[in-house]
């Protein structure tokens, strides 16, 4: 069951995924919920149960599918990406996996401009990226890829 939306879905003419947005609000304040700055909200990155965090501006009008693409190509510069063949890695929201989240609107037949990040993310939320090997048990990076003990 995917996170619940913080807002409805509008369907409304100018708004979507074509559409950037553009409007500035101040919210709790710089990087915080509800902040926009041109239409962008600030979410934040973390690589792991343990890892660094960064964030990255994303517009409120992108599409989920196009903000987890964007999330995996960001990591893919870095060396929290899987570089050993097997290795697959996922994104969590609220305990929520974006990929499967994404994969079942497909099965239900959901047009992908149906699903915007605003209608899940509000601003200075974290999505969690998370690496697993090929036996799926979840690595770490520390400057080598550990195993995640709990």
Known sequence: MPPKRIHRAQRVR?????????RNVRG???????YRDRGNMWINVKAGSYGAVHGMDVNENATLASFV???????????YYPHD???TYDIFFRRKSLIAMLEEFRKQ??????????DF?????TVIWKVYDDE?????????????GK
């Open 109 to 118: 037949g959901r047009a992908e401009g149906d699903d915007l990040v605003r």
């Open 28 to 34: 709790a304040g710089w990087h915080r919920r509800g």
């Open 14 to 22: 100018g708004v979507g995924p074509l559409n950037r947005s553009q």
């Open 69 to 79: 693409k964007t999330v995996a190509s960001y990591q893919q510069t870095s060396e």
């Open 85 to 87: 063949e097997g290795w």
């Open 121 to 125: 993310f509000d601003g200075g939320e």
């Open 136 to 148: 799926g048990l979840e690595r770490v990076w520390n400057g080598d890829w550990d195993y995640h």
